[in-house]
Structures are given as C-alpha cells and as structure tokens.
C-alpha cells in the first residue's frame, strides 16, 4: 500500500482514503476517540463496516448497495487477493452479488485461500458468477438444462444444451451442462471434449476436471486422470470426494502393478 490521504470532515470524524500499490482506492473510516485518550485511532473500511451489518442482518441487498457505492470491481478483486481475512470475505461475498466474467479468475483463485471463511464464501460466488454469466435469455435456458440434468434426464437436456452452446459458445457453464449430458448419456468421448471446452473457457472449472477425470479413469488412462485430479484439488483443496477418486484409481494401478 501507499498510504492514506485525509477527505472530508463527517461529523467531527475525518473520512481517510487508502492507496495501494496497484492504484486502487479504498475509502476508510477512523473511530473517533476522545481527546484525552492517547490509544492510536482504529480504522475500519467501508467494506468490512458494510460486511459486519450483513452478517448481523443478512440484508444482501443493502449489502449489495453499500459496496456498490464505494467500492469498483478492480478493487474488490484486489482486495480478495491481498486484503486482511475480513476484507477478503466481504470481497468474496460482494463479487458473488457484483461480479461478472472478469471476476471468475479472481473468484477462482480465492477457492483455494488458507482461510477456509474465504474459500467457501468464494466457491459460493464463484459458481454463482458462472451460471449467470450470460445474456439474461442463455441464462434460463441453462437453468432449465440443470434442471433437467439434475433430474437424469439426460436425452431431454441433450438438444435445449447443445443449442444453447451453439448461440453461446463462450458460455464455460452451459458447455459443462452439455459435458453432464454426453456423460449421462455414456457417449464419453463427446463428453470429454465439452468438458475440455468448458476448461478452455473457465480453468478454475474444479468440477470439470474432476468429472473429465472420471472420464480418462473409464478410459483407462489412470495417470491422466490423476493429473486432472490433481488439477482440481490445487483449485478446491475442500472437495474430498475428488481425494477418494484419487485414493481409488492410486489403488487400481498399485494393483495392476502386483
């Protein structure tokens, strides 16, 4: 960071500003003190202020309004990287109702923070960010594809998701639906290359790559698979189902090598 430069006066309590190194402003708010009291002000952001009513309230849309007040995107997605626990939470929660397609990076990467807060509330938005990250027309068209797919049924998602990709073809959530149709459908080689689409679009897919290791496992390309395992765990340290994957294709080929 660079440092602080004072603003305006609001009611005897001074409204500071803080620079960091990437040129990005974060407006902060000394607690005032009295006078005689020599303890060193305390400065709480607008952002963590704003987080802590939300977890008292859960008004998501005040939330919502106060960050998008004062706070820019680039800033946000600064601040999820860099920023103090609370500050990386409320980042996180904030690009999970603000956000679009240049936060999914940002969102990504926070997955995998060493505060387990951070990481869920990050995967939370994350996904949320993927799903709707598309004209507001591709976006119920998905949701009716999930749906679908969520019921098994799979050959009644199959033609509404390859429609979908075809009038959105950079849309990474709507060529992973796709990939859990091909799937359902045991048509694997098709649902390797949407899956693989998916990744070209997203690489932070976690959920990609794990089912695409699912795939190279039935194809008995073990060490692949590993490799795409490996892939989402660097992404989602938390998803243990894609630990037992991997502890169960470690035991195939430990036994295919007795």
């Known amino acids: 960071m660079i440092g602080l430069t004072s603003g305006s006066q609001m009611k005897g309590t001074q409204v500071c500003e803080l620079y960091h190194a990437d040129g990005t402003v974060e407006?902060?708010?000394?607690?005032?003190?009295?006078a005689d009291v020599t303890t060193p002000l305390v400065h709480t952001t607008r952002l963590a202020s704003a987080y802590r009513r939300y977890l008292q309230s859960a008004d998501s849309c005040r939330f919502a309004h106060d960050v998008d007040e004062f706070y820019t995107l680039s800033t946000l997605k600064a601040l999820i990287s860099r920023g103090e626990v609370e500050q990386r939470r409320a980042?996180?929660?904030?690009?999970?109702m603000l956000g679009d397609a240049r936060c999914v990076d940002a969102l990504g990467r926070a997955i995998s923070d060493t505060d387990r807060?951070?990481?869920l509330v990050a995967d939370d938005s994350f996904r949320a960010v993927l799903v709707r990250d598309a004209a507001p027309m591709h976006h119920q068209q998905l949701l009716r594809v999930m749906h679908l797919n969520d019921g098994g049924e799979y050959?009644?998602?199959l033609s509404p998701a390859l429609i979908l990709v075809e009038n959105a073809p950079t849309y990474s959530e709507a060529h992973h639906q796709l990939a859990i149709c091909w799937h359902g459908l045991e048509d694997f080689t098709r649902a390797a290359q949407s899956y693989q689409a998916c990744l070209w679009h997203c690489r932070f897919h976690y959920l990609a790559w794990q089912s695409l290791a699912k795939i190279r496992f039935l194809n008995g390309n073990f060490a692949k698979s590993l490799d795409a395992l490996d892939y989402c765990l660097d992404i989602n340290p938390d998803l243990e189902t894609a630990r037992?994957?991997?502890?169960?294709?470690?035991r195939q080929m430990r036994q295919r090598d007795i």
């Open 244 to 250: 037992m994957q991997r502890r169960a294709i470690q």
């Open 117 to 119: 807060g951070v990481r």
């Open 27 to 34: 407006p902060i708010i000394p607690i005032s003190m009295d």
């Open 155 to 157: 050959a009644a998602a």
């Open 91 to 96: 980042s996180a929660l904030a690009l999970g």
